[in-house]
């Protein structure tokens, strides 16, 4: 109950702080293919980390040669994945009573440019909405969800139904068009 009051203030403080500023006019056309700098946020519910984890290796061969950092909250399996990649843990104490990531604990995930955030939970996960919109990425893509419009300027439209893995399967090849 109480975790639900905190997102709800979350979501309201969200809105006040961010309905006003406009978002410029995105070109989705090549906003994937050309991005130098991605931020990945890797899902906070274990059964979606895992059926990302195909998801997330396909990422990592687009980027290569660029720039992938991982933004994670608990602990992060031993994978290849992740060896040449920059890591974030988004710890508990990084978060506020409003279930808002805390600008002062992710400064210097802030202080880098990406053109690309991609936020791989499938429902409002706030305190990595929160951050996706904190990031002033160009791009910043999700899964379509309630109150996703706030954050989100691209999102995935997935039948609920598809087994998990396939799901993250059709994200990545809807956002490889691109």
Do not use: W
Not at 53 to 68: E, V
Not at 142 to 153: A, I, V
């Amino acid at each position: 109950m109480l975790k639900n009051i905190q997102n709800q203030l979350g979501l309201f403080y969200s809105y006040f702080q961010f309905h006003s500023s406009i978002e410029p006019i995105a070109n989705f056309t090549k906003s994937f293919s050309f991005a130098k700098n991605a931020l990945v946020i890797l899902p906070f519910i274990q059964e979606e980390f895992n059926a990302s984890i195909k998801f997330t290796g396909s990422l990592h061969k687009k980027f290569s040669r660029r720039a992938l950092t991982f933004v994670y909250s608990d602990i992060l399996p031993q994978n290849d994945i992740f060896t040449n990649s920059n890591l974030f843990q988004l710890t508990k104490d990084k978060i506020n009573f409003l279930q808002l990531t805390k600008p002062a604990s992710i400064s210097n995930l802030l202080h880098e440019k990406f053109d690309v955030v991609i936020d791989l939970n499938r429902t409002l996960v706030l305190p990595a909405a929160y951050l996706t919109r904190l990031s002033h990425a160009d791009f910043k893509i999700s899964f379509s969800k309630k109150h996703g419009d706030l954050f989100y300027n691209f999102q995935f439209n997935v039948a609920n139904t598809l087994p998990l893995d396939i799901q993250y399967q059709n994200f990545f090849n809807t956002i490889s068009m691109f």
